[in-house]
Each structure stands twice: as C-alpha cells, then as structure tokens.
C-alpha cells in the first residue's frame, strides 16, 4: 500500500546542466501524470501516460523537456539544458483510469523541488 | 476548453468559524470536479471529488463541496475551523474523456486565527 513516491525530494543544478527526476507511481495504476508547480503559474499540467504510451505531451515547456515510462510503472521526467526558469516543485500523480472512463481521483507524490542557480 | 477560477487566494478565518472556499469553473459538458489540499513541503490529498452522482458531496476532515450547475460552481466549506486546517487549498476541473488530466485553480492560501 505504498503510495507514490517521487526521487529526488530536492535538486539543486546549474544552469546548462541536464536533469533526471524519478517517480514511482501506485501499483497497478495505469495512468500517470506530470504536473509542475511554480510561483506566478500555478500547477500546470505537463504529460499525460496511459501505460508506456504517453498520448498527451501538449504540456511540455518545450524541447528540452521528455518523458518516458517503462514497464507501465516508474516514469522519468528528463529536463536538458535546465534553465532558471524551470525552477519549481514537479509533482507526479497516477490514476487508476481505465480507459473508457474517468471520475478516478489523481493520487500525489510529495514532490521534486528543482532549483537552478 | 475548461477552466477553473478560485476567489481569494488569501482566506483567513477565525478557529471556529465558518470556513468558505470558492470555486467556479468553465466547462461545456458536465465536469468531474476536485478539491485537494496542500500542507507545506507536502503533495496534494484529495478531500472530495464530483463525479455526476450526489451534488453535494463530503469529504475528509469535516470538508464537504456543493455542485451547482445553474452557478457553475463548486465552493468548499467546513463548519467549524480548526487551526490543523490551515493549509493551500486547490480546486481542479477534470476532462469526462480522453486524458482526464487536472485543470487547477490558482489555489487559495487558508490562514486560521487563534
């Protein structure tokens, strides 16, 4: 009964460099999501996946930011290049959507606080 | 496309009081709707959820919601504040089909007063 945990907590990096957050959704939830946090935009959603397939990447900042998903269960958010700008709390949730249907509440991870100096 | 605004991103209340978040929301077709809560350093707890059935609806910790579709809104209270309550609070819209991705509210900052 874990619920979905999220590594690292924190990361500091400098600018340029590039980042790999973690996330291990619930077992057994076959959706996942990708969400960021940040003063000024509020919680944005990023990336959506239905098993390994991720049908809605509309969230993506833009081309340094990738995700991907394996074994229909941990999910790694990938950010190159890390600019200031993508300093901000991501948060990944999953959901035991089933396709076809909804109403399925989103279940947190605590969080990875990403800083860039 | 749906949306979801929430007055006030500064609430504060008294401990005992009432305790009123408001939630309004854009949607063509009927939402599912969401209220989850935050404490500091922490991920987002569900307290309730709108999903078609009864319109009002409750949640943990005393919370409950009303879903109004002549309003189009979906406003949080509690009766009685306590100063465990304090928190951010976030209303989000979800889509009926396709990726069921959150849309969030700005969030609204509770403070309760001794």
């Known amino acids: 009964g874990a619920g979905v945990s999220q590594s690292p907590s924190n990361k500091v990096t400098e600018k340029g460099k590039d980042v790999e957050l973690r996330c291990d959704p619930i077992s057994g939830h076959t959706a996942l999501y990708w969400y960021r946090q940040s003063l000024g935009q509020g919680l944005e959603f990023l990336i959506y996946f239905q098993g390994n397939s991720a049908p809605d990447k509309s969230g993506l900042p833009s081309d340094r930011f990738s995700a991907e998903r394996t074994g229909g269960s941990v999910s790694t958010l990938t950010i190159q290049r890390t600019q200031q700008e993508d300093s901000a709390v991501y948060l990944c949730?999953?959901?035991?959507?089933?396709?076809?249907?909804?109403?399925?509440?989103?279940?947190f991870g605590p969080g990875t606080r990403l800083t860039v100096t | 496309a749906q949306s979801v605004t929430q007055l006030g991103s500064h609430v504060s209340v008294s401990e005992g009081a009432l305790v009123l978040l408001r939630c309004n929301y854009s949607?063509?077709?009927?939402?599912?709707l969401f209220w989850y809560v935050q404490y500091p350093n922490q991920g987002l707890q569900l307290l309730l959820k709108?999903?078609?059935?009864?319109?009002l609806v409750k949640g943990i910790n005393g919370f409950e919601a009303e879903f109004k579709k002549s309003e189009t809104s979906f406003h949080l209270t509690k009766p009685s504040a306590h100063m465990s309550d304090a928190a951010e609070y976030f209303c989000a819209v979800s889509t009926t089909s396709g990726t069921y991705k959150y849309i969030f509210g700005t969030g609204t900052r509770l403070k309760v007063l001794a």
């Open positions: 949607s063509s077709v009927p939402p599912y």
């Open positions: 949730a999953s959901s035991l959507n089933l396709l076809g249907s909804g109403g399925y509440e989103q279940y």
């Open positions: 709108y999903t078609s059935a009864a319109t």
